[in-house]
């Protein structure tokens, strides 16, 4: 009986696998997991049918798969998140166990994650039932393994970080790393050097057996952290087939043979150069299409549903990082029903003066640039000089005098309204009159300076109130033009400038340069409660450093030929202003913004020491009032959602905005 018994025994010991058998993790995908409506465009149970090039990104994170680290550079909005961050997280809790954790950008990522997405993910999945105290605090307290920065199961946990926090992170070691973001953290820590640095040594532990998820939205090219990750590994693309010639291609957005000719998505425009995209209730159809690099046929939006599962990953590159893997994915790719290539084309045209081939706004197209393409902006800034602004003084032109014959040869139309914008310092006014004909082509009518203390009202700032009410501008042709509106500048003498602002109910407004705002707008109004405290209905904030980008460009780019209309912004300025006036403009230099840890933020316009720039500052404020007048002009007059600069100039030639000769 002993005998059998030791027999039975040993053969159910030979019949012990040596070696664990694991589901994969995109199967395990498909058998556990859900989407709610809420928190997907298609609810339901999860397939890769629908994303198969995250399929192989996933199925990296198998135990027996001996890639370590997995890269991939990304645009936005195209289910990375759901796809492969959630599914390997979930994987790493129910099938193989481990330590892991997940760092991100900023506290508030975390909160939404986890609250909204992550608890969600382990509800459906029906993985709560693994989660579990390992350490219980004192009797009637919350279960510690199961928090919003913690969860606790057998075999393993999940933490949850932000990049600024490296000494939590330094306290445990893990065998799974999930980076999301990583272009948004600092690029060194303090005492900690390299953030990936900092994260692979929390794996060192597992050497042997650790997974890292590095992703981002690529942002600065000369700071990107995901692009050096990227070009680290293997640079793989996702090949798909054309449906008319079957030749294997990446979707880029646009392309170019050595012969000049391009490929990639295509449109046509109207006779506007707006494009021509799908309106169903107005029965248009899209001209947007994607041309093959190959054989020039087109395919449409909707033919991903056919292409895109014939795809696959090529590498195009040996990775110089052992064990490392990278991936490079954009919206082109998104199947029917998310962002289309119809959209594309509507943020392109919104970023790119497609009429006049170059960028109509700086931010859309840094945006455009990193969320659709999935593709680092690189800084960049042309500075100024005498010799090259100078060029613009026009024969004929004479200050304080609106030429409007020139204009009307040059634009197609006299200028449509003045503006002006006061430069405040210590003892002097600074005043810039500018006009504008239709399409935006700038004229410097008046430039010069009111001398006095300004901080007291008998002296200059009376001077300027009898100019601002009374001066009348003469055009060539006997218009007769009163000035707009008037921006001045707060950054002297500030309370001054807001008592100043303060005889005025209308037409004269504060405003204050700052070097960037969020989204890249001209303007915004100062905060409600600073506008109550200083007693102004409005005062704006005005970026400086988009406009003077804009105007540099205007300088160094624009081209324009005597028997053709000027470019719109193309500037113009009196002959007989003086050289000192043109030197403003190179008083100004671009430098490059890094925080203490040597992280690059971005590219301001700086002040030369002891230089003067105020003519400079000016050009921006009168930019920025242009825009102001002509905004509120579209919403209150012409009722329309936002500034619409063709409705605008269409509108000002009806002759609102001066008087005719008696």
């Not at 109509?360 to 840094?366: A, C, I, L, S, T």
């Not at 006095?452 to 009202?457: E, H, K, L, W």
């Not at 707009?484 to 340069?513: F, P």
Request: glycine share 6%.
């Amino acid at each position: 009986m002993l005998i059998d018994d030791i027999n039975f025994l040993i053969e159910r010991f030979e019949n012990i696998p040596i070696a664990q058998n694991y589901e994969t993790p995109s199967h395990f995908a498909e058998r556990v997991r859900r989407l709610p409506k809420e928190l997907s465009p298609f609810p339901g149970p999860f397939r890769f049918s629908r994303f198969p090039y995250f399929k192989e990104i996933v199925d990296n994170f198998h135990p027996s798969n001996p890639i370590q680290e997995v890269v991939l550079m990304k645009g936005n909005q195209l289910g990375s998140n759901v796809s492969v961050l959630e599914t390997i997280m979930l994987y790493d809790i129910m099938i193989d166990p481990k330590p892991q954790c997940f760092i991100t950008a900023d506290a508030e990522l975390i909160k939404t994650n986890v609250n909204t997405r992550i608890e969600t993910m382990i509800n459906i999945a029906g993985a709560r039932r693994l989660i579990f105290a390992q350490a219980k605090k004192a009797k009637g307290s919350h279960n510690t393994g199961d928090t919003g920065n913690a969860k606790e199961y057998p075999g393993g946990f999940l933490h949850f970080y932000t990049s600024k926090n490296p000494d939590r992170l330094r306290q445990n070691s893990y065998q799974s790393a999930k980076a999301d973001e990583i272009d948004a953290f600092k690029k060194k820590l303090k005492s900690e050097g390299s953030v990936v640095e900092l994260i692979r040594n929390r794996t060192d532990a597992y050497v042997k057996k650790r997974k890292i998820y590095w992703a981002s939205t690529p942002l600065v090219d000369q700071t990107s952290t995901i692009k050096e990750l990227f070009l680290s590994g293997d640079q793989r693309y996702f090949y798909v087939p054309c449906k008319h010639c079957g030749e294997f291609q990446p979707l880029v957005w646009h392309g170019k043979h050595d012969t000049g000719e391009t490929y990639g998505i295509v449109w046509d425009n109207d006779k506007n150069f707006n494009p021509i995209i799908a309106v169903p209730e107005k029965g248009i159809k899209t001209t947007v299409a994607y041309k093959c690099k190959f054989c020039g046929g087109l395919m449409y939006n909707h033919d991903k549903e056919v292409i895109i599962p014939k795809g696959k990953w090529v590498p195009t590159a040996e990775s110089k990082t052992p064990g490392l893997v990278s991936y490079h994915l954009s919206p082109l790719y998104n199947p029917p029903g998310m962002f289309s290539w119809d959209d594309f084309v509507k943020a392109w045209a919104e970023c790119w003066d497609i009429k006049n081939n170059r960028i109509k706004d700086k931010e859309k197209y840094r945006t455009f640039r990193n969320t659709k393409q999935g593709l680092t902006f690189e800084e960049s800034g042309i500075n100024l000089s005498y010799d090259r602004v100078i060029l613009f003084r026009r024969h004929g032109f004479i200050r304080g005098k609106v030429p409007n014959d020139l204009a009307v040869k040059d634009t197609g139309s006299p200028i449509l309204i003045l503006v002006c914008s006061v430069d405040v310092q210590k003892n002097n006014l600074f005043i810039d009159v500018k006009g504008y004909s239709a399409g935006g082509a700038t004229w410097t009518i008046d430039c010069f300076s009111i001398d006095g203390d300004t901080a007291q009202f008998n002296g200059p700032w009376d001077e300027l109130d009898d100019f601002i009410g009374n001066k009348i501008y003469i055009g060539t042709d006997g218009k007769q033009y009163h000035i707009a509106i008037t921006l001045v500048d707060s950054g002297w003498n500030t309370e001054w400038v807001y008592a100043y602002a303060l005889r005025h109910s209308q037409g004269v407004y504060v405003c204050k340069g700052q070097d960037y705002i969020d989204g890249g707008e001209t303007f915004k109004l100062f905060k409600q409660t600073t506008l109550k405290g200083i007693g102004l209905g409005q005062a704006f904030h005005v970026n400086t450093g988009k406009l003077k980008d804009r105007i540099s460009n205007a300088f160094m780019a624009l081209q324009w030929v005597d028997n053709d209309f000027q470019p719109s912004w193309y500037p113009n300025f009196a002959d007989d202003f003086r050289d000192d006036y043109f030197k403003n403009f190179e008083a100004e230099e671009k430098v490059e913004v890094r925080d203490r840890f040597e992280r690059y933020l971005r590219t301001i316009w700086k002040q030369k020491n002891g230089a003067t720039n105020h003519y400079f500052d000016t050009y921006c404020y009168n930019l920025a009032a242009l825009e102001i007048w002509a905004n509120d002009w579209c919403r209150q007059v012409l009722k329309l959602q936002a500034v619409d600069w063709q409705a605008f100039w269409e509108s000002a030639k009806e002759g609102y905005f001066y008087e005719e000769q008696n």
